[in-house]
């Protein structure tokens, strides 16, 4: 990774930082999802930057991978996770915070173990870890203040135009010797008052491409180019596609699914139904060692 690289890292952490902590400013109880949702979106645009996929807006027991459908009329409430990712030319960055939005605040506890999860395994990142000591590390953290790590969710590497590459960094310890290498990273303890496992549940409206390749449908067709031009193989919502393309974009989508040209990103729902909490920040491992959390 060269100076240039990093300098674009750095950029875009900062205007991530400013998007999250611009967001959980303006977020409130009561507010329709939906207009978080384009709220966000576009300070992402003003911010001259785009979405590396769709902002998450994830309520209670929901612990990834919802964005709302147009008109939708589900409200802001309980305990929130926003997850935002954005890129410049490929260069993302990817963070995410909970919100309480119940009354008494009765999730102030759990939020605060998922940040102090996310900090205590950024501070071990200076002595070279492995990955089982990150994992144990969040682990033991979560796990002291009487909550479970959700253990099938995990930290990721991060590349240019991809959000997800090939590392995973687990919540857990999993007896992993693997270190990490220079590259850029996403570290992001879930954390539950249930046992601790996701399961898939419904589309959460959201969709990436496998493979570009012809089709018949000319909404698909049209759909396609878009998302090529805009995304490339990063994710995107169908509010979107419904904003630009109208009514027909859900038959086109349908279609480019059936054909294995896209596929859609199920909800992400905890087994025992008990809420999560996410605390996330990404970091770049430079070829000499250093270590630079870009979205602090």
């Known amino acids: 990774m060269d100076k240039q690289d990093i300098e674009k890292y750095k950029h875009i952490g900062k205007i991530s930082k400013e998007i999250r902590e611009y967001a959980k400013k303006i ?6 999802l939906v207009d978080i949702a384009q709220i966000i979106e576009d300070k992402i645009k003003e911010s001259g930057v785009e979405c590396a996929f769709p902002v998450n807006l994830s309520i209670d027991d929901i612990a990834a991978h919802y964005h709302p459908v147009p008109d939708e009329k589900t409200i802001a409430s309980g305990l929130l996770k926003v997850d935002i990712g954005i890129h410049k030319d ?22 605060e173990t998922a940040e102090n999860a996310l900090e205590n395994a950024l501070q071990l990142l200076k002595k070279n ?5 990150l994992g144990l590390t969040i682990q033991k953290t979560i796990e002291s203040n009487k909550f479970s790590p959700v253990i099938n969710l995990s930290g990721h590497s991060i590349e240019k135009y991809k959000v997800h590459a090939g590392t995973t960094i687990p919540n857990y310890g999993n007896n992993s ?9 996403a570290i992001e303890p879930f954390v539950t008052y249930g046992e601790g496992k996701i399961y898939e549940g ?18 698909a067709r049209k759909i396609l180019e878009y998302v090529e031009k805009k995304y490339k193989t ?11 393309f109208g009514p027909l974009s859900r038959l086109a ?10 596929r859609s990103y199920a909800q992400l729902i905890e087994a025992s139904h008990k809420p999560v909490a996410q605390a996330e920040h990404t970091f770049l491992k430079t070829d000499d060692g250093e270590i630079i959390v870009i979205t602090k």
């Open 27 to 32: 977020i409130k109880p009561g507010m329709l």
């Open 90 to 111: 490929g260069y993302i960055a990817d963070n995410a915070i909970s919100i309480d939005l119940t009354e008494k605040k009765e999730h102030k506890k759990i939020i």
């Open 129 to 133: 870890p492995t990955l089982h000591d």
């Open 177 to 185: 010797k693997q270190t990490i290498k220079s590259g850029v990273y």
């Open 202 to 219: 419904n589309n959460g409206n959201i969709y990436s491409v496998i493979e570009f390749k012809s089709t018949r449908s000319p909404t």
């Open 234 to 244: 990063m994710p995107f919502s169908y509010r979107e596609i419904f904003q630009q």
């Open 253 to 262: 989508l349908k279609e480019l699914e059936n054909q294995h040209i896209i």
